[in-house]
Every structure is written in structure tokens, then in C-alpha cells.
């Protein structure tokens, strides 16, 4: 049993490298999509050609592509992501910057989709064709069907300014002292520190963005949650455990919740991390300051090395989440560690 | 025996009649079918429903800025004294194009690139090209797209080569385990004996079979299509001013937040319907043509 279970670790990460090498491809290829040139672009058009030249070589452009990619990839390797043609600061400095805040803001929306989407899944399930079901359909046709920048200006109508109880904009309110810097997620530096008003400020500021980005994924993991959840409800197994006298809590919670969560593990995953890209829409409407403002200058003045590390960095980040998916699914489906794979 | 007296014609003729009844059952498919023409009618006519055709386009009328919902305006009019109303109709276009014109470009690429590694899967060009897909699929959609539109041009062309160079894995992933199944199927291995050639075999035999998830697919996709137009365009990287999409009025609205609400809110919420009510007509065909299969 051991035994699969290291054997099934190692495929997927030699597998998931191979992912990685070829998402740095990719991202590579992107990068040079540009029209026109990058080192031009960066200096302005009054930059006399020399200049232009000097930073061309500096960046490699001057080489052949294969030679760039693997000069590139060298680069990020060694963990250096360049500087940015646009703030002139290394990239690393200001994703140190930027980054934890929409960490943040994509945790605890994640939080709000596994704990939202399978509850309203469940209680659907087991509360189906009543109100409560009729409910969930509905929010779940809506929630797939609205973006979340439109969630967000939805919600910030109705929670802070018609029936004002959640602050509207930014992370903190004025007043409120920054924590230290620990780990950038200004909630988690808050309880670390010992201030506990701002951590509890920032965690209200993270609400309605948070639920702006997660209702894409509730509606869909309650869906899927609820479809297991009937399917796994009708076996032939749980009415013999019912006959044999099982209570119904242990058939429900350990009989058909266990198996039903295996497909809504592995939706939320690809939910979450493509909350990545929604985390930029809401956090323009609620000015929070994350990753999007720096993204989004980034992309309109075409400063590759940024958009290059901002992807490389979200690449980097789904196919870890993959591996701890596949693990949750061999927790839940005793198949998968036996067999390593179904 | 009495089969054998009706026609092929007649017989598929019955079968359309029994879908549409199957289909017409469903009360959420006929409300997102009525949506859906709504959108069509409204996008093709708008010249002739929008009550000021004159504000789709550069047009300025500061007298009348900024003024809530009313009887002369509907829905509100913007910060150029635009009617909103008339704007979301003209937006329509757009979102529509965005739809057809990704799924036009995707379909056809993905399906034939899944047709091939589906009949070779087991080979290397087989492993290839899946793997492709993987790295493809290994970036969110959003924000593969946005990465791609924001090195180009931001216009409504590149914005559907954005979404498309993100979406083509899906087809070819769906065709390639559909075709891996099919092509162990007798019919096949009957036209591979009598020496048949691998594009017959690929397109006349095997793809046909193919085509009720591709459909499928293909209608509950529409939409999640127009809501990433939608969201490329929320970022301006989407069609360009003066030519309204409903992203970009949404993005524009939000200046103007708790006060003037209507400037964003309405364009929002036409995203929501038209996206909702190409789901739900999506749903309706997934499950016409799902039963049919049984």
C-alpha cells in the first residue's frame, strides 16, 4: 500500500514537471508574441538607438529564440524574474509586494467555496424537491452564468451602500494600524502579533470580494455536489446498511458524502486556481490593492517580464494544487492508493 | 417489419419531432431558447429597436448626463448623456460575435487535432498532442486569455484569438476519448478490413458518431465564452471605444459607484441574462439529445 502511494507521487510530480516545462514554453512563446519591440517600447521613443541597442543585449533579445528560452529559463530557475521594464524594480520586490494581498483574498474565498458549495450541495441533496433545492438551483444557474465583477458591483451596492454593515473599498480601514510584516496576508500577520483589530478590519474588508469571486464556484460545487450526492443516496449499499440499522447520520456522512466529494474535489480545484484570473476583475471594482493593479499596468504597457512572472507564478501554483487534489481523491476513493489509479 | 416501410427521411423527420417535444417539455429550455432569439432579434435589429441608434456610437449630449432611469431614458444614461438602453442592445452584437466567432474557430481545430490523437492515441503523435493539451489546460482560461490580449492589439478580434488559443484543448480532449472508444467499434474495424482510408475512417465513420457531445458541448460553452469576452473587455481589452460592449460600460460604470448605479448595474445585468439564458438552452439540448443516446 506504501508502496503505490510513493509510486503515484512520484509519476505525478515527474509528470507535473513535464506540465511545468511546458506551460515556461508557453509563457516564453506569449512573451514574444509582442508586435514591435520590447526593449523600444520600455525606453520610449525618444531613446537614442544606442541605447535601445545596449538594453536589447541586456535582455538577450539579439539572440536566437531557442538561445533566449533556455538563457530565460536559466533565469527562472535561480528564482530571478527580472526587473520590470515599467517600475524599474525587480520583479521579485514587487510581487513581494503584491502578492500576498490577493493570496489572501483567494484563500479565504476559497474557504467560502469549499465550505459554501458543499454545504448547499449536501442540504440539497438531502432536502431535495423542496424550497431549499429550488433555492439552490436557481442561485447556482445564477451564479454560473454572472461574472464575478459583476457580483462585486452587485454586492457592493447591496452590502455597503443601500444596508451599509461590510466596508466597500481598499484593505484596511483609516485608523486601523498595519501589522508587521510577516507574511504579507495582513490577517494572518494581525493574529501573529497580537493585533487583533486589524486582522479582524482586514478579514471584514475580504468579505465581499471574496464571496464576489467564490460564487462561481459554489454554484458549480454545489451542482456537482448535490448530482453525487443522489446518485451515491440511490446504491443499492445504503439501503442494505438502512435495513441492517445504520443510522442514517453515519450512512450519510460516511457512505455517500465520502465518495460524492471525489468529483467536487477536483471542479473546486480548477476553480480555485482560475480564481487567480477572476481575483483581477474584483479587485479593480473594490480597489483592493493585489496583484490586479499591477498586473493590469503591467499588460497595458506591455511589461513582459512582469506577465511573464505573474502567469509563471499561477502556472506554478495549479499544478501543486493538482497534486494535493490527487491525494484528497486517494484519500476519499480507497481505489486510487490500491490500484494508483482508477 | 413495419420499419422497414418508412423511409430514412421520415424516420429522422420523427426523430427531430420527438426531440423538439422532448425539448419543448422543459420549461428552462424554452425560456433560455426565447432569451437567446431575444438577443439574436435585438443584436441583429438594433439599428431599428434602440430608441437613440445615434448613441452607440462617439456622441455627446452633457445636457443630459448622468440621468437616472426615467421615462425618455429606460435604463439611465452615462456620463456623455448616452441612453443605456440603446447601448446594451448595440453591446449584443459584440457578445455575440464573440460566441460564434470562438466556438467557429475552436470547434473545427479542436475536433480534427482530437480526431487525430484519438486515432493514433497509443502512438507518439497520440501522447504529443494530448500532452500539448495538458500544458494548454494547465493555465486558467481567463487569464491565458488575458495574458495573450494584453501583448496584442486590444480589439474584439484578438480578444476572440485570445479565448480560443485557451479553449481548443476542451474539444480536442472530449473527441479524443470519444474516438478512443469508437474506433475499437466493429463498424470501424469493418472499414479499416475493406481498406478504407484513414481520413474516410476519421471523418466519415468515426467523426459522426462524435458530433451529439460536440453539439452538446458546444451549446453549454456559448456562454461561458461571452462571459470571458465579457470580462476581457471589463479590463478594455476587448472592442474599443466608441463601440459599446457591455464590459467595458460595466468597467466605466463602477467610477461612478453608489450614486449613479444604474451606469453599471444595467450592462451587468444584461451579462448575466444573456449568459444565463444560453445555459439554460444548453442545458435543454444536453438533455434532449442525452436521452435520445439511451
New interface residues.
Given amino acids: 500500500m506504501r508502496k503505490t502511494w510513493s509510486s503515484m507521487l512520484l509519476r505525478r510530480l515527474l509528470q507535473s514537471i ?3 516545462i ?2 515556461s ?3 516564453f512563446g ?2 514574444r ?3 514591435g519591440d520590447p526593449a523600444r517600447m520600455a525606453l520610449g521613443p525618444r531613446t537614442p538607438e544606442w541605447a535601445v541597442e545596449n538594453l536589447r543585449k541586456q535582455l538577450n533579445l539579439d539572440k536566437p529564440l531557442p538561445v533566449q528560452y533556455g538563457l530565460w529559463l536559466l533565469k527562472m530557475l535561480r528564482g530571478d524574474l527580472g526587473e520590470s521594464l515599467v517600475t524599474r524594480r525587480l520583479v521579485n520586490d514587487d510581487l513581494r509586494d503584491f502578492l500576498p494581498a490577493t493570496a489572501e483574498l483567494i484563500v479565504v474565498a476559497a474557504i467560502i467555496e469549499i465550505i459554501g458549495g458543499i454545504l448547499l450541495g449536501v442540504f440539497a441533496a438531502r432536502y431535495s424537491q423542496t424550497w431549499f433545492d429550488g433555492f439552490t438551483r436557481v442561485l447556482a ?2 451564479g ?4 464575478s ?2 457580483w462585486a ?2 454586492f ?2 447591496i452590502f455597503s ?1 443601500a444596508w451599509p454593515i461590510l466596508p466597500a473599498t481598499g484593505r484596511l480601514s483609516a485608523g486601523i494600524i498595519t501589522p508587521p510584516r510577516i507574511t504579507g496576508m495582513i490577517v494572518l500577520d494581525g493574529i501573529l502579533s497580537g493585533n487583533f483589530a486589524a486582522a479582524w478590519d482586514c478579514l471584514l474588508h475580504l468579505i465581499l470580494p471574496a464571496i464576489s469571486l467564490a460564487m462561481y464556484g459554489v454554484a458549480q460545487s454545489a451542482r456537482i455536489t448535490r448530482a453525487s450526492m443522489i446518485e451515491n443516496m440511490e446504491r443499492d449499499s445504503v439501503y442494505a446498511h438502512a435495513a441492517a440499522g445504520v443510522p442514517r447520520r453515519v450512512i450519510m456522512t460516511k457512505y455517500v458524502l465520502k465518495p460524492s466529494l471525489i468529483p467536487t474535489v477536483s471542479v473546486m480545484a480548477l476553480d480555485i ?2 480564481m ?3 481575483a ?2 474584483v479587485e ?2 473594490f480597489n483592493y490593492p493585489g496583484l490586479s493593479r499591477y ?2 499596468t ?3 504597457n ?1 511589461d ?1 517580464n512582469a ?1 511573464v512572472a505573474v ?1 509563471l507564478i ?2 506554478l501554483c ?2 501543486v494544487v493538482n497534486i494535493i487534489v490527487d491525494f484528497i481523491v486517494a484519500l476519499l476513493d480507497p481505489r486510487v492508493a490500491h490500484y494508483g489509479g482508477v | 417489419m413495419e420499419a422497414s416501410t418508412v423511409s430514412l427521411k421520415e424516420a429522422r423527420r420523427e426523430g427531430m419531432r420527438r426531440s423538439w417535444y422532448r425539448f419543448s417539455r422543459s420549461n428552462v429550455a424554452i425560456v433560455g431558447l426565447v432569451g437567446v432569439l431575444l438577443t439574436i432579434v435585438l443584436a441583429i435589429f438594433a439599428p431599428l429597436i434602440a430608441p437613440y441608434p445615434q448613441h452607440a456610437s462617439a456622441f455627446v449630449d452633457y445636457e443630459n448626463a448622468m440621468v437616472p432611469p426615467s421615462r425618455a431614458y429606460l435604463l439611465g444614461s452615462d456620463p456623455s448623456g448616452r441612453d443605456i438602453l440603446s447601448r446594451i442592445i448595440f453591446a449584443t452584437r459584440g457578445a455575440l460575435k464573440m460566441g460564434i466567432g470562438v466556438l467557429a474557430a475552436v470547434v473545427p481545430l479542436g475536433v480534427v487535432v482530437g480526431l487525430i490523437a484519438g486515432y493514433h492515441s497509443g502512438s507518439a503523435i497520440g501522447v504529443i498532442i494530448m ?2 493539451t ?3 489546460l ?7 486569455a ?3 490580449s ?4 486590444p480589439n474584439l478580434f484578438n480578444a476572440m484569438m485570445a479565448v480560443s488559443i485557451s479553449w481548443w484543448p476542451w474539444y480536442t480532449r472530449l473527441v479524443y476519448s470519444m474516438v478512443c472508444s469508437i474506433k475499437n467499434e466493429f463498424y470501424t474495424q469493418a472499414a479499416e478490413l475493406t481498406g478504407a482510408s484513414k481520413s474516410h475512417i476519421m471523418f466519415r465513420e468515426i467523426l459522426p458518431n462524435c458530433l451529439p457531445p460536440i453539439l452538446t458541448k458546444m451549446t453549454l460553452d456559448i ?1 461561458f465564452v461571452i ?1 470571458l469576452g ?2 476581457l473587455s ?4 476587448g472592442e474599443q471605444p466608441p463601440t459599446p460592449a457591455l ?1 467595458t460600460m ?2 466605466d460604470g ?1 467610477k461612478y ?2 450614486q449613479q ?1 444604474w451606469v ?2 444595467f450592462p ?2 444584461a ?2 441574462f444573456i ?2 439564458c444560453f ?2 438552452l444548453g442545458d435543454g439540448v444536453r438533455d434532449t439529445l442525452s436521452t435520445e443516446e439511451v
Wanted: hydrophobic share 75%; net charge positive; proline share 5%.
Fill in positions: 513535464l506540465v511545468l511546458g506551460v514554453i508557453l509563457i506569449i512573451s508574441m509582442v508586435p444557474y445564477l454560473v452564468a454572472t461574472p465583477f459583476v458591483i452587485i457592493l451596492l451602500f486556481v482560475a487567480a484570473g477572476n483581477f476583475l479593480m471594482i498586473g493590469m503591467a499588460m497595458l506591455k513582459l506577465i502567469i499561477l502556472g495549479f499544478v | 500532452r500539448i495538458d500544458i494548454f494547465a493555465v486558467p482560461p481567463l487569464l491565458l488575458l495574458a495573450v494584453a501583448v496584442l492589439k456562454g462571459l465579457a470580462s471589463f479590463v478594455g481589452l464590459g460595466v468597467a463602477a459607484m453608489p448605479w453599471a448595474v451587468g445585468l451579462i448575466m449568459v444565463l445555459n439554460l
